[in-house]
């Protein structure tokens, strides 16, 4: 079992739909991500959590909802999306976001694509 | 801005051969760094990494040298391998959470 579980992995939706992606971490870590990757560019930060609490929204279009019930468990509420929204989306985990920096972990990514 | 940016999108070597990553950021503040292997379908690997009270760090055949006086971080990795094969890309942390990604470089390894 990896340490950061996404599901799932591929998911195709129209622009009216509304879909959720999940992601879990097994490794006791207290803070989570959210990063956009879509081709030939570089990541970019969407959501971070630390203990539950969201500490950043890296000014992300509102059609994009995350939720963070508890430290292990992310979600990305989706609806209304673009087509340009279509990518790759990655669940992160770190120790602790407001400490010393450490890498981060990464799920295997849903790839996402908006018809 | 604050960019994290690599000098070659793809880099071909033949199998066996020692192959060199580059990466050039510019947040002279930034303190860790950390080399990722992505490959097709799947998520970021984590590598290696290093602080910047180093200027080398070595792992399992990999290598990550840092130049903090010309902002250039490299990514060694010796006797190349098929199973190399992947995008690679460095990440700068320059606080916190933040952490700014590089577009990656192609590995592809020549049998």
């Known amino acids: 079992e990896t340490g950061v579980t996404q599901t799932p992995r591929h998911l195709v939706m129209g622009m009216t739909n509304k879909k959720s992606l999940k992601c879990e971490q097994h490794?006791?870590?207290?803070?989570m991500y959210w990063y956009k990757q879509s081709a030939k560019k570089p990541l970019e930060l969407m959501f971070v959590?630390?203990?539950?609490?969201?500490?950043e929204n890296n000014s992300v279009p509102s059609r994009f909802s995350p939720e963070c019930p508890n430290s292990s468990h992310l979600f990305l509420h989706l609806h209304t999306l673009q087509p340009e929204d279509s990518a790759l989306y990655l669940c992160?985990?770190?120790?602790?976001?407001?400490?010393?920096?450490?890498?981060?972990?990464f799920g295997e990514g849903s790839r996402l694509t908006v018809l | 801005g604050e960019s994290v940016g690599l000098h070659l999108p793809t880099l071909s070597v033949q199998e066996g051969d020692n192959s060199i990553i580059n990466c050039a950021y510019s947040?002279?503040?930034?303190?860790?760094f950390i080399w990722y292997k992505q490959e097709s379908g799947k998520g970021p690997q984590f590598i290696i990494d290093?602080?910047?009270?180093?200027d080398k760090r070595q792992g399992q055949r990999v290598t990550v040298l840092l130049n903090k006086t010309v902002k250039h971080l490299s990514l060694q990795i010796a006797a190349t391998q098929p199973g190399d094969s992947a995008v690679y890309f460095c990440a700068e942390n320059t606080g916190t959470y933040k952490y700014i990604f590089g577009t990656g470089t192609r590995l592809k390894v020549l049998a």
């Open positions: 959590y630390n203990f539950k609490e969201q500490t």
């Open positions: 290093i602080r910047s009270n180093m």
């Open positions: 490794l006791g870590h207290n803070a």
């Open positions: 947040n002279s503040a930034s303190d860790y």
């Open positions: 992160a985990s770190s120790q602790d976001a407001g400490g010393p920096s450490g890498e981060l972990f």
